[in-house]
Nanobody, 116 residues
Framework: QVQFVESGGGLVQPGGSLRLSCATS????????MSWYRQAPGKEREVVAS????????NYAQSVKGRFAISRDNAKNTVYLQMNTLKPEDTAVYYC?????????WGQGTQVTVSS
């Protein structure tokens, strides 16, 4: 069955860095675009970054451009989100998502808290 294991979240001070990982199994990883979403308390879930199946194309929300970087390792069925220069407004639960034209899978989420 499809499984996601997200890790790397935690508490970090403003200006700090974190690297999120999302290890997957149970589907053909390279056939899916991968994305990171986040949801802050009281707000809607929003897409943060996405990467195509072979990693050739990436897209970022304007709010994280230049600070976050998405990457993937198709040999390890894992997608990453490197987050630098973190701000308090980056505090949210971060989710990874696998998608293609007719189906999608979600991870369970990992909490990121940016606070001094």
């Amino acid at each position: 069955q499809v499984q996601f294991v997200e890790s790397g979240g935690g508490l970090v001070q403003p200006g700090g860095s974190l690297r999120l990982s999302c290890a997957t199994s149970g589907f053909t990883f390279s056939a899916y675009g991968m994305s990171w979403y986040r949801q802050a308390p009281g707000k809607e879930r929003e897409v943060v970054a996405s990467i195509s199946g072979l990693g050739l194309n990436t897209n970022y929300a304007q709010s994280v451009k230049g600070r976050f970087a998405i990457s993937r390792d198709n040999a390890k069925n894992t997608v990453y989100l490197q987050m630098n220069t973190l701000k308090p407004e980056d505090t949210a639960v971060y989710y990874c998502k696998a998608s293609r034209s007719y189906d999608a899978y979600w991870g369970q989420g990992t909490q990121v808290t940016v606070s001094s």
